[in-house]
C-alpha cells in the first residue's frame, strides 16, 4: 500500500510560526509522513524526535541541487540518515542547467552520477517537475529529454498539477507514468483546474483514480504527497480535505 504524506510547503507560513503544532495537525489528520521544503531552523536530531513524536515518517526533502555536489553531498548523506529519509528531490534548476536539450542532458548525466554515488547509502536522488518541462525545445519536451536520459535509479517525481498547467492533458499524465515504469517513486498529487485556482483534490480535473491505479499496481510508489498552494481554507483544512479525499479513492479502488 502507498503511504500518504503532506509536502510541508502546503503549510509553509504555519510552519515559519509554529513548526511543532504544524506536525502535531498532519499527524493527527491521518498522514504517516511530511516531505520537507526547509527545516525551520532544526537539525536533523531535532526533526527526527520530531518525527517521531508523531509517528511521521520522512518522506522525502526538497533540496538545491547544489547541496548534492562535492563535498555538500555528504553533509547531505548525513543529515538525511538521521531524519530517516531516502529520498533527495531537486525542485527547481537554475536556467543554465535547462535552457536548452544540450543543457538538459547534461544535467541527467549529473543525476545520474549523483544516483550512483548514494545508491549504497540507500537513497535516490530524483527530480520534480513544474512546467517549463512540457514547453517544447526543438520539438522534445524537456521532460522527457531529461527522464530519457536518466537511469532508473532517479526518481521521477511527477507533480500533476503542475504538468497540466503545462498544457498536459488528465489522461497525458497516465501516459507519462507509463513511459516512465518504475520511476515514480513518489508522486505529487496537486489538483489542477482551468477554473478553480484554489481547487483541492477532487475538485479539479485530475483524474486521481485512474493515477493511483497505475501507482498501486505498476508504479513502484511508495509516497502519495499532496500539496497545495493557493488555498479556498486555511492551509491545514485544505491539507484535511485533500487527505480525506484521497483516503476515501483508495478505499474504493481496494
Not at 13 to 33: H, P, Q
Not at 64 to 82: A, R, S, W, Y
Request: net charge neutral.
Amino acid at each position: 500500500m502507498v503511504k500518504i504524506a503532506l509536502q510541508l510547503y502546503s503549510v509553509r507560513d504555519d510552519c515559519s510560526r509554529n513548526f511543532t503544532e504544524v506536525l502535531k495537525s498532519v499527524a493527527e489528520i491521518g498522514y504517516e509522513g511530511v516531505e520537507f521544503a526547509g527545516y525551520y531552523g532544526k537539525n536533523a536530531k531535532e526533526l527526527k524526535k520530531m518525527l517521531d513524536d508523531f509517528g511521521l515518517k520522512a518522506a522525502g526533502t526538497h533540496i538545491g541541487l547544489d547541496t548534492l555536489l562535492g563535498d555538500e553531498l555528504k553533509k547531505t548523506v548525513e543529515f538525511n540518515h538521521i531524519i530517516g529519509n531516502k529520498f533527495l528531490i531537486v525542485p527547481w534548476l537554475p536556467e543554465e542547467r535547462r535552457s536548452s536539450k544540450s543543457a538538459w542532458l547534461d544535467t541527467a548525466k549529473l543525476m545520474n552520477e549523483i544516483a550512483d554515488k548514494i545508491k549504497p547509502e540507500k537513497m535516490r536522488v530524483g527530480y520534480h517537475n513544474h512546467n517549463i518541462e512540457f514547453q517544447p525545445i526543438d520539438g522534445e519536451l524537456p521532460f522527457d529529454i531529461f527522464f530519457g536520459a536518466t537511469i532508473s535509479d532517479v526518481v521521477m517525481q511527477l507533480d500533476t498539477g503542475n504538468a497540466m498547467s503545462g498544457g498536459i492533458s488528465s489522461d497525458g499524465l497516465l501516459d507519462i507514468l507509463k513511459r516512465y515504469p518504475g520511476r515514480a517513486g513518489s508522486v505529487h498529487l496537486k489538483e489542477f483546474s482551468s477554473k478553480n485556482d484554489k481547487a483541492i483534490l477532487g475538485e479539479g480535473e485530475v483524474n486521481f483514480k485512474k493515477i493511483i491505479s497505475f501507482c498501486e499496481t505498476k508504479g513502484n510508489t511508495e509516497w502519495y504527497i499532496v500539496e497545495q498552494e493557493k488555498y479556498a481554507f486555511s492551509p491545514i483544512e485544505c491539507a484535511k480535505r485533500s487527505f480525506l479525499y484521497l483516503k476515501k479513492l483508495i478505499k474504493k479502488g481496494d
